[in-house]
């Protein structure tokens, strides 16, 4: 018996349907699809992976694994230190406090990261003191805290990504060396005498030159090797009174020296540089000297007790205490291990950093973008950058965590945190950038 032509149209209305269903779930991805992409990849399945995907616009939870455990931040802590700026400051960073006293000039640290550090070319608090007029004192004592964080590696000491948090930084703390005419330079000087100390070891041969300080001291080694005319270098040095009068006395013909004095309720301010300027120079290089400084500007701009837990403590309860999970969070880098938060927590403070900010354009300026700028600069590479997000990174740890743009022009919050995995970093981060890029071209 043939079917009839009703049966007939019947069976093929249904194989339409059925055909534009299918185009549909090629063109769209969804939740159970994201959570099978996680799953079934055969690089994140040998560790811990946490991940949280939020649709901004209907401010909703798309698709999560492991949202609510606690990892390892590593530098996604910067976002934490990120917020509290945007609470705590205005448009600058205060550069310094001073009161003046007749023909003197006082003043107090605030811990600002740009006094003298080479990326910022304007110094407003060197001009300023430099053409005040006045005998200038320094009134130390400030900072409460240590010259390293909580949980910090000491055998990182040498390491350009690991210089001393102090009171009143000066070079960004850290020597850098390089290679000019034919001779090493660097800034500030590295002499054979002197506040720092730069000596040849006499036994040993080093394959390549790099020169190693002294875990206690301003004492640099170089090995006999000869350098290389490419080779640069930078080395924190050790913060101590004595070397930030030195500097002081150099630079300032004002200066007569330091003075313990209790900061009054009302001084002046000098502000140092834009607040976004800052931002922006901690966020998308992932500065870990800014990072812990800011946390002292903050601490100075709101009267608070100068030291990172007091600015912290200040935020988690005044500012933090509607996040799904109590964040354990220790210092403004991200270098400690004692930090521990979950990927659903760190999708919130994102939510939280884009209405404080409440420009996307301004928001998306200071992050990392994907194939332009920052550290994710060689990943997601595309002709508009379509991810915006703070990376962190330690041995076994790598997380990434943002914002995230869809063709169709939806706007996502992301968590992807990795912990304790043994293989390449590197293939780490181009599953997220597969699995990332898969949401962008289909969610």
């Excluded at 309720?265 to 800011?294: C, G, W």
Aim: with cysteine; aromatic share 12%; glycine share 6%.
């Amino acid at each position: 018996m043939k079917p009839s032509v009703k049966l007939i149209k019947f069976f093929s209305l249904l194989l339409l349907l059925a055909t534009l269903s299918n185009l549909a779930d090629a063109q769209n991805i969804r939740p159970a699809k994201i959570r099978k992409l996680l799953k079934n990849s055969p690089v994140l399945n040998d560790h811990f992976t946490g991940f949280a995907l939020y649709d901004l616009d209907k401010r909703k939870p798309v698709a999560e694994q492991l949202s609510r455990k606690y990892f390892t931040p590593a530098s996604n802590t910067k976002l934490f230190t990120f917020y509290a700026g945007l609470k705590l400051l205005k448009d600058s960073i205060p550069g310094l406090q001073y009161i003046t006293k007749g023909d003197s000039l006082i003043f107090w640290a605030t811990g600002d990261p740009v006094f003298l550090h080479p990326d910022f070319k304007e110094q407003k608090v060197l001009s300023f003191l430099q053409q005040s007029g006045k005998k200038i004192y320094w009134a130390k004592g400030r900072y409460e805290g240590d010259f390293y964080g909580t949980g910090w590696a000491y055998d990182d000491y040498n390491e350009y990504y690991q210089p001393e948090i102090s009171e009143l930084p000066v070079y960004g703390n850290i020597i850098r060396i390089n290679v000019k005419e034919g001779k090493l330079a660097s800034t500030p000087a590295l002499p054979t005498g002197g506040i720092f100390h730069l000596v040849t070891d006499s036994a040993g041969s080093e394959k390549k030159y790099s020169i190693r300080r002294d875990i206690a001291t301003n004492t640099f080694h170089q090995p006999q090797s000869a350098f290389t005319s490419n080779y640069n270098q930078e080395i924190p040095f050790k913060t101590d009174e004595h070397i930030i009068d030195t500097i002081l006395h150099t630079l300032l013909p004002g200066y007569k020296g330091i003075v313990r004095m209790e900061k009054p309720s009302l001084t002046k301010k000098i502000y140092s540089a834009a607040s976004d300027t800052v931002f922006r120079h901690m966020l998308q290089p992932s500065d870990n000297f800014m990072a812990e400084q800011l946390l002292l500007t903050y601490a100075a701009e709101n009267d608070l007790p100068m030291n990172t837990q007091a600015v912290i403590g200040h935020m988690l309860k005044n500012h933090l205490s509607d996040l799904p999970d109590k964040p354990q969070w220790v210092d403004g880098s991200g270098l400690s291990r004692q930090d521990l938060f979950t990927p659903a927590t760190m999708v919130k403070l994102c939510e939280k950093i884009y209405d404080e900010v409440n420009n996307e354009a301004r928001l998306f300026g200071l992050l990392p973008q994907g194939g332009k700028a920052g550290t994710i600069r060689n990943y997601f590479k595309s002709d508009k950058p379509f991810v915006f997000a703070k990376t962190g990174t330690l041995s076994n740890v790598v997380n990434l965590s943002g914002y995230l743009k869809t063709r169709k022009g939806k706007t996502l919050i992301f968590s992807f945190m990795n912990n304790n995995y043994v293989r390449p970093t590197a293939e780490i981060r181009k599953e997220m950038e597969r699995i990332l890029t898969v949401i962008h071209e289909k969610y």
